[in-house]
């Protein structure tokens, strides 16, 4: 577990200290939101040219946030949206890729969390509805275009907050 923590860049080895958690570089959090944006900008461009019609009805539950549905809140319900849309390009590897990228930044996302409480979803979850109208008429362009520039909202959001706190190098 350790070893994958390092390799992950979350925790530096101290030679005969121990380790020490990463600290949150802004130039880190925006590569990790980069990086997102294109892995799931090929997601959706795959998915709205190869998913099937029931994979992409599999999405309507993610046109409204229904907390019921979501034990760890819209934090969960946006998370599996994304992953969702990951899985609809059936390759193993991007679905792989997004879930560790997602995982890798739950730490950010939820450092960002309290700064943006305040905040109305109703916005994020258009964007999503958005999302899945492209796929749905089997539009891939328009698609990986809403999903990138939903990905970079995000990264604004977060990189903000972040600042804001000053829990950011």
């Known amino acids: 577990e350790a070893s994958r923590l390092v390799q992950e860049g ?5 030679p005969r200290q121990g380790y020490r ?8 959090v925006r590569d990790m939101f980069g990086y997102r944006a294109v892995l799931e900008g090929a997601c959706v461009r795959i998915a709205a040219e ?13 046109r409204v946030f229904d907390a019921s549905r979501h034990p760890d809140g819209f934090i ?11 899985k609809l390009s059936g390759n193993a590897r ?6 560790s990228q997602i995982d890798q930044m739950d730490r ?9 409480r305040k905040r109305d979803p109703t916005r994020l979850i258009a964007q999503h509805g958005e999302i899945i109208d492209a796929l749905q008429g089997r539009e891939p362009r328009r698609a990986q275009t809403l999903v990138v520039r939903h990905v970079e909202e995000a990264q604004k959001r ?12």
């Open 10 to 14: 979350l925790v530096h080895v101290m």
């Open 94 to 99: 991007l679905l792989a890729a997004v879930a």
């Open 50 to 62: 190869t998913a099937s019609v029931e994979g992409l009805d599999s999405l309507e539950p993610f």
């Open 21 to 28: 958690v990463a600290p949150i570089s802004l130039r880190d």
């Open 76 to 86: 969960g319900y946006n998370r599996g949206f994304h992953q969702a849309l990951a």
């Open 158 to 169: 977060v990189c903000a907050a972040l600042l804001k706190l000053a829990v950011v190098e």
């Open 108 to 116: 950010v996302v939820t450092l960002s969390l309290d700064a943006m």
